[in-house]
């Protein structure tokens, strides 16, 4: 489970909440949650701003790739920002690990920027792409790591990404053809 706290267009001060997490399998546990924004500082320079903090997918195993969704990477600040962008991934993990040991390398993400030039105020949407035909059902996290110039405020930042492929669910007869043979006048 991934919880990241958003802060843009927030005015400063403390915000709370509570994540609450419920099973078949005991009592509901409640989590705490404190969120302090903030202001900027006058004359802040430039400041990286990546909105969501977390993105998720769900695909259909053997089914067409989930829609893309966007990032938005904004500069608030006084100066102009260069930005990058990092796949952080490890190596394999859930079913990718099986794939790995295969010797199959599977890049099930990729965006259509990995840096760029931001002048104060202004901002640019990163598609994120999924590629979930080659993945077997299962759950697999990956991270991208967003970094701007040194001297930026709030850098690096991370968005957690989520993808699920669910297993096909479909009817299957063992038969498609019943036949059934009578005589006439005896019972069925």
Not at 16 to 38: E, F, L, Y
């Amino acid at each position: 489970i991934s919880v990241g706290g958003e802060r843009a267009n927030l005015k400063p001060g403390d915000y709370k909440g509570t994540i609450k997490v419920s099973s078949n399998a005991g009592p509901i546990a409640s989590i705490q949650v404190i969120m302090t924004v903030r202001p900027l500082p006058p004359n802040a320079g430039a400041v990286l701003q990546v909105t969501p903090a977390v993105l998720a997918f769900v695909a259909t195993d053997g089914v067409a790739n989930p829609a893309s969704q966007g990032l938005v990477v904004s500069n608030p600040g006084s100066k102009p920002m260069h930005w990058s962008l990092a796949n952080n991934a490890p190596p394999a993990q859930s079913q990718g690990a099986f794939l790995s040991s295969l010797g199959m390398i599977v890049n099930w993400l990729s965006t259509d920027q990995t840096s760029g030039t931001l002048a104060p105020g202004a901002s640019t949407t990163v598609k994120v792409n999924i590629q979930s035909k080659s993945l077997l059902p299962g759950a697999y996290i990956n991270t991208l790591v967003f970094s701007a110039d040194q001297g930026t405020i709030n850098t690096p930042q991370n968005v957690n990404i989520s993808l699920t492929i669910q297993p096909q669910c479909s009817l299957q007869l063992s038969s498609n053809i019943l036949s059934f043979t009578t005589v006439q006048g005896q019972s069925s």
